[in-house]
């Protein structure tokens, strides 16, 4: 049956979703119905739990309030109205599903997180929801507040978690954080309602609300996992570097027992490879804030340059500064302007007035080590600008984290992009209407794989654009589909020769690739297009031939010799096929063996792969010698 392309929005279809599991009743309430009246009634709740009664608005929590949203400006174009509104639009509609009821003449803070509310997973949406909502109180000057001993702590989200103001220490640009995130702006929505958005968001990072944006959860530097490496034996294994920690590095020292504010550089600095910055040798080193690296991080899905191991390192270099006797912040106020080379080979510009900068971005605080080194923590990442992060992304797409889509295969965001991709190439018209038809998502679940995939001029010249939407979705049209998808992501560098990799529908694919030649096969057939990345899901590769084509080729026989025959049997005709029963397959003559048997049986969805993770590259099967 036709897959067919429906246009939902994300958030309409997480909502659907969570209609359908919200209730655990033995007689559960249609989603529609539950959508159309969200009463209190038809809804189970899970085991709340306790509010601190000491919260001066525990009341007010525990009453399940939403704020009036009167003077709500949904058409402005500035983007922090844009982000209030997205928050209340996706987030509030899965509160009124538990019964929370919208309140007039009630003071409320909304906590607007720098991420899309509908990436978060559906069992975790409501508490997602509750963490960044303050009712009965308005922070029109949370300064009060922070400064405030009787105030301070006093109030508590829709979780209970207290809310916590502080100022920044030293900071010149008197930066504000709420729960340890920089506050960005706030916004009056009316009389009773604030909106104050966030660097980041509030929760439990030890328990990520959402797989996809683990960059932005426990693991939000974005860093690619290692990949294996095939064929690699222990002596030749890479080892990790490791930072000199027998006398305690000074710098190393000091960024453990900062709590916050460089966290970022201190996570990147101990897995580079700048061991030797540790040792006695007299540096300045700049360091940016969280913030700063913040800034280059994707809110929703695209390119982190810090992705790529290589770039971040060279910019580390050119933050610490080799000088006989380090700069303090005290000589850089008394000069006009001060050049000195970084390790990295560039140049920074210090200016000591109106206030103190390093190639005008300004010193937010200084810190002298241990052992006389300096210290001075920037506001921006040196050297990092627009056109530089496009030309990386340019090299290294597939690094690109994607945006997360609901269809045409939830469960399967490799397939579902590679779909997508595919389809707006008028060179793929008979694999799109494959993949449409056959129903391959369970098999192809998750991301990290490799899709070898034909061209339509494949398809043609063997007849196979003929071919009917049911042979394409039968048993074995989806085995041949499978034969085209290796499970793990293969480069071009790891496409050698004589190497082959088993398919996720049970066959082996060999690759031929002769020294000093462009042309690389798989099987009988030429790749014409390498390295197609789909985000940091997987590759692709074009074929100019379809891979395992015996497995339909008596189809093409049936439907073009002996279409009078409707009984189903293998009449004659004139094809070659005629002496053959019909659930006899052809095994192709390169895979003859009493080893293979022209078995290939499907194999079962027995993993479930994150989307967002860049897993290890697929690893060849045993080399053997095929037949000729």
Do not use: C
Not at 153 to 182: A, C, D, M, P, T
Not at 529 to 544: C, I, Q, R
Not at 551 to 579: A, E, H, V, W
Request: glycine fraction near 6%; charged fraction near 25%; proline fraction near 6%.
């Amino acid at each position: 049956m036709s897959r067919k392309m429906l246009q939902v929005p994300v958030a309409t279809f997480l909502l659907l979703l969570l209609l359908q599991s919200a209730s655990a009743s033995p007689a559960p309430v249609p989603a529609a119905a539950a959508a159309a009246s969200p009463d209190a009634s038809t809804i189970s709740f899970p085991l709340e739990r306790q509010i601190d009664a000491s919260l001066k608005n525990a009341k007010q929590i525990e009453s399940r309030v939403l704020p009036e949203l009167d003077g709500l400006q949904r058409n402005q174009e500035d983007e922090k109205w844009q982000q209030v509104v997205r928050f209340i639009d996706d987030g509030f509609p899965v509160l009124e599903l538990y019964a929370y009821k919208f309140k007039r003449d009630i003071p409320y803070t909304l906590i607007v997180p720098k991420i899309d509310v509908r990436t978060i997973e559906k069992p975790r949406l409501k508490e997602f929801m509750l963490e960044h909502l303050v009712p009965g109180k308005l922070f029109d000057s949370y300064s009060g507040v922070a400064n405030s001993k009787e105030e301070e702590e006093s109030y508590g989200n829709g979780n209970g978690h207290k809310i916590v103001f502080r100022k920044l220490e030293k900071s010149h640009n008197n930066v504000w954080l709420l729960n340890g995130q920089q506050i960005l702006y706030k916004l009056r929505i009316n009389e009773n309602l604030m909106a104050i958005g966030i660097d980041g968001y509030l929760g439990d990072r030890k328990s990520p609300y959402s797989k996809r944006n683990i960059q932005e959860t426990n693991n939000r530097y974005n860093d690619p996992q290692p990949l294996e490496q095939p064929n690699i034996t222990n002596a030749h294994a890479k080892v990790e570097p490791i930072i000199k920690e027998s006398k305690a590095s000074p710098l190393m020292s000091f960024l453990a027992n900062m709590k916050t504010g460089t966290k970022v550089f201190q996570h990147f600095l101990s897995k580079s490879n700048l061991t030797r910055i540790m040792d006695d040798n007299a540096y300045t080193v700049l360091i940016p804030s969280d913030n700063a690296f913040q800034r280059w991080h994707p809110i929703d899905w695209g390119f982190y340059p810090f992705s790529v191991p290589e770039f971040t390192e060279t910019v580390l270099l050119n933050h610490f500064l080799p000088m006989q006797r380090p700069l303090r912040l005290s000589d850089v106020r008394n000069m006009d302007e001060v050049v000195v080379h970084t390790m990295g080979g560039d140049d920074v510009v210090f200016h000591g007035q109106p206030t103190p900068t390093v190639n005008n971005v300004s010193i937010m605080s200084d810190f002298t080590l241990s052992n006389g080194n300096q210290v001075f923590i920037i506001s921006e990442v040196l050297f990092v600008t627009e056109a530089v992060v496009s030309k990386l992304h340019q090299m290294h797409k597939d690094k690109e984290t994607p945006p997360l889509l609901a269809f045409p295969w939830f469960g399967a965001q490799f397939l579902s992009h590679s779909f997508l991709a595919l389809e707006r190439d008028p060179r793929f018209t008979q694999i799109t209407r494959y993949l449409n038809n056959a129903e391959i998502a369970p098999h192809i679940s998750g991301a990290n794989y490799t899709f070898f995939v034909p061209e339509d001029r494949a398809f043609e010249k063997l007849g196979f654009d003929r071919l009917s939407d049911e042979v394409m979705a039968s048993q074995r049209g989806i085995k041949m589909l499978l034969n085209h998808f290796v499970r793990g992501r293969l480069y071009n560098r790891d496409l050698r020769d004589n190497e082959v990799y088993e398919t996720i529908g049970g066959g082996h694919i060999k690759i031929t690739r002769n020294p000093g030649s462009n042309y690389t096969s798989v099987n009988n057939a030429q790749i014409t297009e390498s390295e197609v990345f789909v985000y940091n899901l997987g590759t692709m590769y074009y074929l100019d031939d379809i891979l395992y084509s015996h497995i339909l080729r008596d189809f093409i026989s049936k439907s073009t010799k002996t279409r009078s025959n409707r009984n189903g049997g293998d009449s004659g005709g004139g094809s070659r096929s005629t002496s053959r029963p019909s659930d006899v397959e052809i095994v192709p003559n390169e895979f003859e063996s009493e080893h293979n048997g022209g078995d290939y049986a499907i194999h079962g969805d027995d993993e479930d792969f994150e989307d967002e993770i860049i897993t290890p590259k697929a690893l060849p099967v045993q080399i053997y010698e095929l037949p000729k």
